[in-house]
């Protein structure tokens, strides 16, 4: 049972405009929330994350919302450069559960030049 | 550098060889974690160990095994490779409680015959 969702396999988006991931969850119990960015043959690479005390954090051009009574978090690129060009990972998990963590599905993001 | 290492990278072995891969970090982290990828389902959590000797099943530990004898090291074992754990592995570390961010190695592409 996939407790986070990323609906959209894939996006694409033109240089300069903003970029929105989406990501849900079903586990109202996870209270942190992490963006990892995986170009091919590499490892995912830490992003950005969000406490479920916030409902935003920004660094840079990016941006994550939260929000909790609709157990969505979003992901905003802005502006949008060809070198994000990647698969973005959302992932969660309970502050209380050790080291365990859930991943979503994965949304691959082109961004035309 | 910082970095999390595996071996080897590409493996290809017939259904029940026992392999071993190898996983090594260089940040003196306390956590550690051994992923799979597969289309489709994203990245889902195999074992997880927050300390030398201590372990813990993730979402999908059936048909692995894992140990942490030293805190640098946490190889992942394979008894008795199957067709199904044909994927792409990705073992990643952290410095620990409530330091959530992950550094993930190369990956290893396993394919089981």
């Known amino acids: 049972d996939q407790q986070v969702k990323q609906n959209s396999p894939s996006l694409s988006v033109q240089e300069g405009r903003i970029s929105i991931l989406n990501c849900d969850y079903t586990?109202?119990?996870?209270?942190?929330f992490l963006w990892y960015k995986k170009y091919p043959a590499e490892g995912p690479t830490f992003l950005i994350s969000?406490?479920?005390?916030?409902d935003k954090n920004e660094d840079g051009r990016f941006t994550v919302f939260l929000n909790k009574s609709a157990k969505h978090l979003s992901l905003h690129i802005v502006p949008s450069q060809p070198g994000d060009s990647a698969v973005y990972f959302c992932?969660?998990?309970?502050?209380?559960?050790?080291?365990?963590?859930?991943f979503g599905t994965g949304t691959s993001l082109t961004v035309i030049p | 550098e910082a970095q999390v290492t595996q071996n080897p990278r590409y493996l290809i072995t017939v259904t029940g060889k026992k392999l071993t891969v190898t996983c090594s970090q260089n940040?003196?982290?306390?956590?550690m974690s051994w992923y799979r990828q597969d289309p489709g389902l994203g990245l889902r959590q195999i074992y997880y160990?927050?300390?030398?000797?201590?372990?813990d099943k993730g979402d999908v530990p059936e048909g692995y095994k894992v140990s942490r004898k030293e805190k640098r090291n946490f190889p992942l074992i394979l008894e008795s490779p199957s067709p199904n754990q044909t994927s792409l592995y990705f073992c990643?570390?952290?410095?620990?409680?409530?330091?959530?961010?992950?550094?993930f190695g190369p990956g290893t592409r396993l394919t089981v015959t």
């Open positions: 586990n109202s119990m996870f209270d942190y």
């Open positions: 992932a969660a998990k309970r502050s209380n559960t050790g080291n365990q963590f859930y």
């Open positions: 940040m003196n982290h306390e956590y």
């Open positions: 160990s927050m300390n030398v000797e201590v372990t």
């Open positions: 969000i406490s479920s005390i916030k």
């Open positions: 990643a570390s952290s410095w620990g409680p409530a330091a959530y961010e992950q550094y």
